[in-house]
């Protein structure tokens, strides 16, 4: 029976092991810069294809509603406690799918439908699930967005405060998807204490940076704290919510039976596996690098020519505003993929474009870090950078770029690939 049922992906399966086999290599090929992208670590995804994918275990650790859980409970408890001394908390919820529904437990934890929330807008950087309006969180929610300044594309925080004083929000999110800047937890602390809001840091882009502290911790500052795994702290696809004592049930309420059934254990082992990694002395310098590679990216960058928002960066992305290069963002992203570049086109504030065809792309420094590139070689990928969207047009010149790319990257092997040549 077990021949029939089990054989390998490639022999029951060689479409799907033929694709699979094309995406390793493309990993391994490409400066993967998408910002929210990384490679997990061999430990983390064996973790994440274990037979625990077998297994059902709806409930909390010793609050199960299945048996057989005398291996899942110290699991989930092993990456709770990991996560939570990590991030210096007093309680983590690890069950999350993602960060979307974990900021959404959040509005049905501590909001009801109607009720005001403010959040930085999409077009300047913000997050859907920060009550953007094709969001649910937008539908369900009143949603006041606050913005950065025209000038230096910085958050505003005397428009947060007059919004705040005006609207008398229930929820204040900080945190964005595209903002490269550092966020001032202390001042949004501050406004939220002085309207009786429950302020709540999505820090899903930069949790690995914080964990290492090369970014400012919101601990201390926010009621609550939310955020992916992947990303920049190298785990598997999933997301958390860290909190204190006085928040932690009505965050794990929310979370289940709110929101979700059975949690996904396997994928809560691998961020267990992926939380000890970042409890090594390795994970800090790479941390580091990754801002110090971001910052001389954008120095590269500007020195050719580009704009950059905000000037440059304090973390590990940047937003390219690409208005005086005469190309929009989609088109610049198509070119710089097919040169072996991998990015998105973006928004930029105060963007006379659409969305769908915007003025800019969004690039960042955690997976060429994690391969090892570093201060040295961004000269090279703004270069590679340059030439493709000078030659967009071309797909020859394109083609020689990616070759370059995939020569210059074997020096630096991508982690967790199997690879067959």
């Known amino acids: 029976m077990s021949d029939t049922f089990d054989p390998t992906i490639a022999a029951f399966d060689p479409e799907i092991a033929a694709l699979l086999a094309s995406e390793n290599r493309r990993q391994r090929d490409k400066l993967r810069m998408i910002p929210s992208e990384n490679y997990a670590s061999k430990a983390v995804q064996e973790a994440c294809g274990s037979a625990l994918n077998n297994k059902y275990s709806e409930g909390y650790p010793r609050k199960r509603y299945y048996e057989g859980q005398q291996f899942v409970d110290p699991i989930e408890e ?31 934890a501590f909001a009801k439908p109607g009720d005001t929330v403010m959040g930085l ?14 969001s649910i969180t937008g539908a369900w929610f009143k949603s006041v967005p606050y913005s950065v300044r025209r000038d230096d594309h910085r958050v505003d925080l005397d428009e947060v405060r007059s919004l705040a004083r005006t609207h008398r929000p ?11 800047r550092t966020w001032d937890w202390a001042a949004f602390a501050e406004i939220a204490r ?26 201390g500052f926010a009621d609550v704290i939310t955020s992916t795994t992947h990303k920049t702290l190298r785990g598997p696809r ?59 990216l954008g120095e590269a960058l500007v020195a050719r020519g580009f704009d950059l928002v905000s000037g440059g960066t304090d973390n590990h992305l940047l937003l390219v505003d690409l208005t005086r290069k005469n190309i ?27 969305p ?18 570093k201060v040295a070689d961004m000269a ?42």
Not at 87 to 96: D, I, L, R, T, Y
Not at 194 to 219: F, K, N, T
Not at 398 to 421: C, K, Q, S, W
Request: aromatic share 8%; with cysteine; hydrophobic share 45%.
């Open 78 to 108: 092993l990456a709770r406690d990991r996560i939570k001394a990590l991030f210096g908390v007093e309680h983590a919820n690890v069950q999350p799918y993602s960060g979307s529904p974990a900021n959404l437990a959040v509005f049905f």
């Open 121 to 134: 807008g999409l077009p300047h950087g913000g997050h859907l699930t920060h009550g953007w309006s094709v």
């Open 170 to 180: 229930k929820l204040i999110f900080c945190g964005g998807t595209a903002y490269p």
């Open 194 to 219: 002085e309207v009786g809001a429950l302020l709540v840091a999505d820090i899903a882009h930069i949790s690995g940076l914080v964990a290492a502290g090369v970014h400012p911790s919101p601990v």
């Open 238 to 296: 999933g997301g958390m919510i860290l909190t204190g004592s006085a928040h932690a049930a009505a965050v794990d309420k929310a979370v289940f039976p709110g929101l979700q059934g059975g949690p996904h254990v396997a994928n809560i082992a691998g961020l267990a596996v992926a939380a000890r990694e970042a409890a090594q002395p390795a994970f800090k310098v790479y941390a580091r690098d990754v801002v110090d590679n971001a910052k001389a």
């Open 328 to 354: 929009s963002g989609k088109r610049a992203a198509r070119a710089l993929d097919q040169a072996g570049i991998e990015l998105n086109y973006n928004t930029v504030p105060y963007d006379p474009r659409k």
């Open 356 to 373: 769908f065809d915007p003025s800019g792309v969004r690039l960042g420094t955690p997976a060429i870090t994690t391969r090892g590139l």
């Open 380 to 421: 090279e990928v703004a270069r590679w950078f340059d030439s493709a969207i000078t030659h967009a047009d071309d797909s020859d010149r394109l083609d020689a770029i990616a070759a370059e790319v995939a020569g210059h990257l074997r020096a630096f092997p991508a982690p967790g690939l199997v690879l067959e040549g």
